[in-house]
Nanobody, 121 residues
Framework: QVQVVESGGGLVQPGGSLRLSCTAS????????MGWYRQTPGQQRELVAK???????DDADSVRGRFTISRDNAKNTVYLQMNSLKLEDTAAYYC???????????????WGQGTQVTVSS
């Protein structure tokens, strides 16, 4: 069984910073691309940033220069450092990991349960 667990959300004022973490654990053979997505009520989930095992990054225009994604392959963990937060960054943030597990063949997406980020004065 594979679990993906996020942490680090919360309430922050505009201009503030937060750091999200996401760790994959369980019967894992290999963790491939890991990424952060966000969703607000009534809207589709959107990509914030993703990073491959070789640290190639793809991020959204809306967060470039403010958010930094990184990962520790040895810990199966991905981070999202969010600086200069804006009101419009308020959303539920979800981690997705592409994982080859011990129990199944092939690559499968695993999602975390989400962590709320609220930017408010």
């Amino acid at each position: 069984q594979v679990q993906v667990v996020e942490s680090g959300g919360g309430l922050v004022q505009p201009g503030g910073s937060l750091r999200l973490s996401c760790t994959a654990s369980g019967s894992i053979f290999s963790v491939h691309t890991m990424g952060w997505y966000r969703q607000t009520p009534g809207q589709q989930r959107e990509l914030v940033a993703k990073i491959t095992r070789s640290h190639r990054i793809d991020d959204a225009d809306s967060v470039r220069g403010r958010f930094t994604i990184s990962r520790d392959n040895a810990k199966n963990t991905v981070y999202l450092q969010m600086n200069s937060l804006k009101l419009e960054d308020t959303a539920a943030y979800y981690c997705k990991a592409e994982i080859t597990s011990m129990a199944e063949t092939g690559l499968r997406d695993y999602w975390g349960q989400g962590t709320q980020v609220t930017v408010s004065s």
